[in-house]
């Protein structure tokens, strides 16, 4: 938790994107509650560390097959422009897992690729998207979060 926090600080982040808590992976869940206690320490005065103090404005959680547990995205981001580049990143990810004798035999190419043109479709503005729920919503965000 603290090298997160000191991360955010030193770098000042505007945002943090994380896993969503439902997940049926431990790891996934222990991700979100460690990126939230993070978050806050970041921004507490108190909290002494080498950075001074800076409030992250916004944690987003994305879109993952393992943490769908109540999962219901209400941003999309285009990513239309770099579905090419995404499915070769993914590409090289998998050969990795290949190599270290890691393959579980789910299509995880085919799972995304399909995602991103179901959020595209559900976003009705792109033809591949991403989804994310924001921690601070439209409406609450102009009250917690000043620009």
């Known amino acids: 938790i603290n090298a997160c926090c000191d991360i955010m600080r030193e770098v000042q982040a505007d945002i943090a994107v994380t896993h969503w808590k439902g997940s049926f992976h431990r790891d996934h869940v222990n991700t979100y509650r460690n990126v939230e206690d993070a978050v806050f320490l970041a921004g507490l005065p108190g909290y002494e560390r080498k950075h001074p103090a ?14 769908w547990e109540d999962y219901q995205p209400d941003i ?5 422009d770099v579905m090419d580049l ?16 890691l393959e579980g035999g789910f299509d995880y190419k085919g799972f995304y690729q ?10 009705r503005e792109f033809e ?20």
């Open 54 to 67: 800076h409030r992250v404005r916004q944690i987003f959680y994305t879109d993952n097959w393992e943490d």
């Open 76 to 80: 999309y981001v285009d990513i239309t």
């Open 86 to 101: 995404k499915l070769a990143a993914l590409d090289k990810l998998l050969q990795i897992t290949r190599d270290l004798g």
């Open 114 to 123: 399909a995602l991103a043109k179901m959020r595209g479709c559900l976003s």
């Open 128 to 147: 591949y998207a991403e989804g994310y729920i924001a921690s601070y919503k439209a409406t609450q965000r102009a009250k917690l979060l000043p620009v």
